[in-house]
């Protein structure tokens, strides 16, 4: 029987309590417990910078090209804003020129209305 007991003991491990770390020596119990100094955990295989380095390249070299031709869309629509600002204001030139023609024939026509008159009579 006591074979027994111990066979499933043995084959039912006992339960895990999570481990404390108890007090801090300094007495800084609200800072989080610190890790080892690994000097050499953060290093990655040359392979693997190369890639990214390649990865960042081709992703700035697209972003540049989209830059571009964000910048060349804008410019086209300022180009023809000015465009067409310079054709009205060509438009609004002529047409007080030819108000200025009208005016001055008008006037011209009057005053040979005018003489024409004073010869009849």
């Known amino acids: 029987m006591s074979t027994l007991l111990a066979s499933t003991s043995a084959a039912v491990p006992p339960a895990k ?20 100094f690994r000097p050499t955990a953060g290093q990655t295989s040359y392979a693997k910078r190369a890639t990214k380095t390649a990865q960042q390249a081709e992703v700035k070299k697209l972003e540049t090209e989209m830059k571009a031709e964000k910048e060349e869309e804008r410019q086209r629509r300022i ?33 040979r209305e005018k003489r024409n008159k004073l010869l009849k009579s």
């Open 17 to 36: 309590t999570p481990q404390t770390a108890g007090h801090r020596k300094n007495g800084k119990q609200w800072h989080p417990t610190r890790k080892a």
């Open 79 to 111: 180009q023809a804003i000015k465009d067409k600002r310079a054709a009205k204001e060509e438009k609004e030139r002529f047409e007080k020129m030819a108000e200025k023609m009208h005016a001055k024939r008008v006037e011209r026509l009057r005053r």
